[in-house]
């Protein structure tokens, strides 16, 4: 299985951007996308997953309301719409899958993209 993400890029705070994550290869065996990021200094971090399936979604407190995760199955392609972008939002996005449920644990999810930068100015 291999992930690839984009969309990452500068956006003011306030500010809205869109990633993607395009999925290949053995995608039957992925149950679960996920998207997590880490900031400099900082451990990597849960910010939301999304069954592929049933489309049962979570959210890390700090982005609900403001982030939407999605799928596309068909284009096996999982997106993150960011919205109301905040400067603490500033971090290296990383998108995930596991063949397991959703997790906060990025030490459970067997696959990764290679991350997308997110840099909001205040």
């Known amino acids: 299985v291999q992930l690839q993400a984009s969309g990452g890029g500068l956006a003011q705070a306030g500010g809205s951007l869109r990633l993607s994550c395009v999925v290949s290869?053995?995608?039957?065996?992925?149950?679960?996308m996920a998207w997590f990021r880490q900031a400099p200094g900082k451990e990597r971090e849960f910010v939301a997953a999304?069954?592929?399936?049933?489309?049962?979604?979570s959210y890390a407190d700090s982005v609900k309301g403001r982030f939407t995760i999605s799928r596309d199955n068909a284009k096996n392609t999982v997106y993150l719409q960011m919205n109301n972008l905040k400067s603490e939002d500033t971090a290296v996005y990383y998108c995930?899958?596991?063949?397991?449920?959703?997790?906060?644990?990025?030490?459970?999810?067997?696959?990764w993209g290679q991350g997308t930068q997110v840099t909001v100015s205040s």
């Open positions: 999304i069954r592929r399936m049933t489309s049962t979604t």
């Open positions: 290869g053995r995608t039957f065996s992925i149950y679960t």
């Open positions: 995930g899958a596991r063949d397991g449920i959703d997790s906060y644990s990025p030490s459970l999810y067997n696959y």
